[in-house]
């Protein structure tokens, strides 16, 4: 048994461009990419469908990799029988790689584009019992609603719909004049003084909980039928018809007639195919600088870049992107969705000191000055929610009553203020666990959060449960949860929309603890919240001396630093399986986790999680989950591809994924079991939302962890390698860790080089503005 030291694996894979895939945390961008280009994965050409969205192929399943006599002392396997046919061994290419995809996200590749058809094969679901994914969606609508009506009353941006008018105006002239030469860039950024921005309210919303939601109701069948009519005339499939209908709803057919493009707000369809579907309506009326054509795209661009992290994206990025679809005018499309409330512009105000009174101080020169803030694009929904979030992370600072608590440190930091910040690994959770525990002796009404429900501990509920209001404490009659003290674990996995959500439902005066580890992957929705609030030094940060124990953790903890030590592993904690190609790392996997770690380590398969870098590719989750599941669960897939006993990854909403295992299907679509939950996924949505779960992505396994984890890195893997990846997918082990090594000096490098791409987000000044004075009081 050998230790991960970055040693060369025997001929390993020449890696590739095309497996460049994690979801949300993106390869180093390339300079002509556009929007990727600020953090975004590459994502593999897709194979010339003629412009027209195409019908999805199911992925066939992997030939079970049978199993040869596994050689030399670096496993603890034993022998199978070597197969006739096992998968190939071809490295991906631009036709088998695949865009970074979550179950359920926008950035469907275009082989899912078209819905295919559900669970069971009967008619359509009557009306199923509530489940708590479809209550989380319910109740997220009806968070956004309260938080939309609040923000109303405050100055903001422009409101998305409204003509550009104001200073909002006179800085999208500015950025034409400064790019144009005839000013400089300084010049016309010096706007009068902002009217002051309102103080953080005080009393709670007064909007009452709703009632327990209802399953959403689908689009009229006349609805449907007119859109499947428009699609046909377009040459697009009509299986799209009821996902359009569900997108724009009951007047959709006659906007898609008037504006075609509108199709890209379908997940999954591809630019290239809205345009074929255009130019069949319109024919040459249509053109590559039809501002429809040019609105819809820069749209996208800011919903895909969401998907990769971001919540905006800098206005030369938006423009790069447009280019390389053909727009002929790149600055005048960003000007037409600006000036239609499309996208919103932002920069955001600098931050001077104020000089003495008596001191006079000259003006620099201007190659001498601060570069000024970059200007930004940005979606309502995502500035929205930085909006509220920056305000109620600031309501809390400013309502919690101070007060001396005896303890540690931590403990101490959560009596004195209401905005309090733990980091630390593994072992570090029992002390934001232990201070919700001496909370509660103090009479106070608190609630542990988790992020994946295999992580659960006593008394503690999930992030998604409580929104939803499955668990939790309930709301008050203005909406509020009934608490004093919530603490978050796994904090770095909140995205902005449901980090605003979250603190929009906490009462004036309570106290919010985030904690969770730095390290890791960050969320795989939009935004970076706890590493924002991080780096605006806003609060008190209580950073834990406790060391994750064991070989496992002096491994991780040396990834976090840029090392990739060798440790020593007495009791098989840590096992390195060399390979040659993606054909023998997927056998390997499969040989691992049905027979070697069950017999040498007592772990049974459905406790192993396998952890690889993307989607596509020959060692991709797609094709290790097909052999997966038939060495482990093999069948038909008669319901949906799916049968009982598969292990299965859901995403009720984009960036929210959970594992489970299938239970039954009817008409109404698959049940799972997820954690102590029956959920219910629709017969609709089960082909864009449900993979199967035996390999995950790092990012759809981070906040979660299982007693045996088994990280598959074949060769044409390397180029989506990043040191928070490794550390992420390596720390998912709690008892024992094997790495399908076949990545060659690409490992230590990305451990020791390999930091992820930044993601473009506006909280950190917000909350600077905000909360900057006296913010650094009892920062630790």
């Known amino acids: 048994m050998t230790e991960p030291s970055g040693e060369t694996a025997p001929e390993a894979a020449e890696p590739t461009e095309d497996l460049r895939e994690e979801a949300g945390e993106p390869p180093a961008p390339a300079a002509s990419e556009g929007p990727e280009s600020a953090g975004g994965p590459e994502t593999a050409e897709e194979p010339d469908t003629g412009g027209k969205p195409d019908a999805p192929e199911e992925p066939g399943a992997a030939e079970e990799p049978g199993a040869a006599e596994e050689s030399g002392s670096r496993t603890v396997t034993a022998e199978e029988p070597k197969p006739s046919e096992g998968p190939d061994g071809r490295t991906a290419t631009a036709e088998g790689a695949e865009a970074a995809e979550e179950p359920g996200s926008a950035e469907e590749s275009g082989d899912r584009v078209a819905a295919g058809e559900g669970a069971g094969g009967a008619g359509d679901a009557g009306g199923p019992e509530v489940s708590e994914a479809q209550a989380e969606l319910a109740a997220q609508r009806e968070l956004r609603a309260r938080i939309e009506a609040r923000k109303a009353e405050k100055s903001g941006p422009v409101v998305s719909g409204a003509k550009l008018s104001g200073t909002a105006a006179d800085l999208l002239a500015a950025v034409r004049a400064v790019e144009g030469g005839a000013a400089s860039g300084s010049a016309f950024y010096e706007a009068p003084e902002p009217a002051p921005r309102p103080a953080v309210e005080t009393a709670p919303a007064t909007t009452v909980r709703p009632p327990a939601p209802e399953r959403p109701a689908a689009p009229a069948p006349g609805t449907t039928a007119a859109v499947r009519e428009v699609l046909v005339a377009g040459g697009a499939p009509e299986a799209l018809a009821g996902r359009v209908a569900a997108v724009l709803g009951e007047g959709a057919a006659p906007t898609l007639r008037e504006d075609p493009w509108q199709l890209l707000a379908v997940p999954g369809v591809r630019p290239e195919q809205a345009d074929g579907f255009a130019r069949a309506l319109l024919g040459p009326a249509c053109g590559p600088g039809d501002p429809r054509r040019t609105i819809a795209l820069t749209v996208w661009l800011l919903e895909r870049a969401a998907l990769q992290g971001h919540t905006a994206l800098e206005v030369q990025a938006v423009r790069a992107g447009l280019a390389g679809h053909a727009v002929p005018d790149p600055e005048q499309a960003v000007e037409t969705a600006v000036s239609e409330g499309a996208v919103l512009l932002f920069q955001e105000e600098e931050t001077a000191e104020e000089p003495d009174g008596d001191e006079d101080v000259e003006e620099a020169p201007a190659a001498e000055r601060e570069p000024a803030a970059p200007v930004l694009l940005g979606l309502d929904r995502y500035a929205l929610a930085e909006e509220s979030l920056a305000d109620g992370l600031a309501r809390l600072v400013r309502t919690a009553k101070a007060e001396v608590w005896e303890g540690g440190e931590l403990e101490r930091a959560a009596g004195a203020h209401g905005l309090v910040l733990h980091t630390g690994g593994e072992a570090a959770r029992a002390e934001p666990v232990a201070l919700a525990a001496a909370a509660r002796e103090r009479g106070l ?130 096992v390195i399986v060399p390979v040659r190609d993606a054909g023998e790392a997927v056998h390997r996997t499969v040989q691992l986790v049905a027979d070697s770690v069950p017999r040498a380590l007592g772990v049974p398969s459905e406790q192993t999680q396998v952890v690889t870098v993307g989607h596509g590719g020959s060692a991709g989750t797609r094709a290790l989950n097909a052999a997966l599941k038939q060495r482990l669960n093999p069948g038909p897939g008669r319901f949906g591809g799916y049968d009982p006993g598969d292990r299965v990854a859901y995403a009720p909403a984009p960036g929210h994924t959970v594992t489970g295992t299938v239970l039954s299907a009817d008409a109404e679509g698959l049940r799972l079991r997820c954690g102590r939950d029956e959920l219910l996924v629709p017969r609709d949505r089960v082909e864009s939302a449900l993979r199967h779960g035996w390999a995950l992505t790092a990012h759809q396994a981070a906040g979660a962890r299982w007693p045996a984890v088994v990280v598959v890195l074949p060769g044409d893997a390397a180029g989506g390698l990043s040191r928070p990846w490794v550390y992420t997918a390596f720390g998912r082990a709690e008892r024992h860790l094997s790495v399908v090594h076949g990545v060659d000096q690409a490992l230590p490098r990305a451990v020791a080089e390999g930091v992820a791409p930044e993601r473009t987000t506006r909280l950190r000044p917000l909350l600077e503005a905000l909360l900057a004075a006296g913010g650094e009081e009892g920062a630790a």
């Open 445 to 574: 009404r608190t609630l542990v959060a988790v992020h994946a429900d295999t992580r659960l501990e006593k008394d503690a509920v999930t992030v998604a449960a409580l929104l939803s209001g499955a668990a939790g404490p309930g709301r008050d009659e203005d909406g509020a949860f009934a608490l004093d003290l919530l603490v978050v674990l796994d904090a770095p996995q909140l995205d902005v929309e449901t980090g605003a959500m979250l603190v929009e439902s906490l009462p004036d005066g309570c106290r919010l603890v985030l904690s969770g580890d730095p390290e890791v992957l960050g969320a795989p929705g939009a935004g970076r919240v706890f590493a924002d609030v991080l780096a605006s030094r806003v609060c008190p940060r209580i950073a834990s001396r406790v060391p994750d124990p064991g070989p496992l953790g002096e491994l991780v903890s040396g990834i976090g630093v840029g090392e990739l030590n060798q440790v020593e592993a007495p009791g098989k904690e840590v």
